[in-house]
């Protein structure tokens, strides 16, 4: 029989606490300690996903209120798709498209960031009142992206994503994924130092999908918690990628990337468990369970 100091050794180990990010109006302070979830509102013709679906201010503003209400803590806002063979959008219009959608959600109160990898748009969104710049390029697409940063004094997310043509997510990883990209990070969170963004203002992406096969992807999910154990934050990135749905074989492939949510929301689980600060996905309302269910696990049902 177990005696009160046998289960305590048997209990769980104690929850893995993603390190703090603070956004700018961030009003969910309650939930700061479990992993986060980002959720994905495209306002583009082309994304992989939802393309078309959310081109218009109105059905862009509608959709991000529905996902705050499934239990979004954050809104990615995103004007250009990065889908494999996607082409870039004229910067003008990738600002027309987000300016507006930014600024009513900032004036609602509603957390968000800016999906872009130029420094133009960036810099309009600031304005507009963002909470956060996320740059799937890692600062490396504008030269200008570093300086806006910095100057902005948010939180900003750098993704690795090794390419000689930003924009299309399309390729494979040469060598050794894992170690590659912790020495890119590395580079990209150089860079950004040297440029004055703030050391706590930074969070990372491993860059899924990017440039990646399946089995760079998994050996990348496999070795999270050599990132999450890191002084950055870390965002996950899966939703509705195709190594994902070709879990299920030629087809999860052939019957559309929404049949990868349950799959998803198990990356998302097992992302929270390794101490992943956030999750980015099209799907909130599961992926928000997901994480309450490991949070839940990992404290015994514990209240924050």
């Keep these: 029989m177990n005696t009160p100091e046998t289960s305590q050794n048997l209990a769980q180990p104690s929850p893995i606490r993603p390190p703090a990010l603070v956004l700018p109006n961030n009003q969910k302070a309650s939930r700061r300690a479990r992993c986060q979830i980002m959720g994905i509102v495209n306002v583009t013709d082309d994304s992989f996903s939802d393309g078309g679906q959310y081109n218009t201010v109105d059905r862009a503003v509608e959709h991000a209120h529905r996902l705050i209400h499934q239990g979004a803590d954050i809104i990615d806002v995103g004007g250009e798709s990065t889908?494999?063979?996607a082409t870039r959008v004229d910067p003008e219009q990738e600002r027309q498209r987000i300016t507006p959608v930014i600024r009513e959600l900032a004036a609602a109160g509603i957390v968000t960031s800016i999906d872009t990898m130029r420094a133009v748009t960036a810099e309009a969104?600031?304005?507009?009142?963002?909470s956060m710049i996320n740059d799937v390029s890692g600062g490396m697409a504008d030269p200008h992206m570093y300086r806006v940063m910095a100057e902005s004094g948010l939180?900003?997310?750098l993704m690795h994503w090794q390419t000689l043509q930003f924009g299309d997510?399309?390729?494979?990883?040469?060598?050794?994924?894992?170690?590659d990209v912790h020495s890119s990070l590395d580079q990209l969170v150089d860079n950004a130092l040297e440029a004055g963004v703030a050391e706590h203002n930074i969070a990372l992406d491993p860059g899924l999908g990017f440039a990646k096969s399946a089995e760079d992807n998994w050996a990348l999910l496999h070795s999270l918690r050599s990132?999450?154990?890191g002084r950055f934050p870390i965002l996950v990135?899966?939703?509705?990628k195709r190594f994902l749905a070709a879990i299920r074989g030629a087809r999860g492939l052939e019957s559309g990337l929404q049949l990868a949510d349950p799959a998803t929301a198990a990356v998302t689980a097992l992302s929270a468990q390794a101490g992943a600060w956030a999750v980015r996905v099209h799907e909130v309302a599961v992926s928000r369970d997901s994480v309450d269910v490991a949070y839940a696990?990992?404290?015994g049902g514990q209240k924050t």
């Design 169 to 179: 997510a399309s390729g494979e990883h040469d060598g050794d994924v894992v170690a």
């Design 237 to 240: 990135g899966a939703s509705r």
């Design 227 to 229: 990132f999450t154990d």
């Design 297 to 299: 696990w990992q404290t």
């Design 83 to 85: 889908r494999p063979g």
């Design 155 to 157: 939180p900003v997310c």
């Design 125 to 130: 969104a600031v304005e507009a009142g963002v």
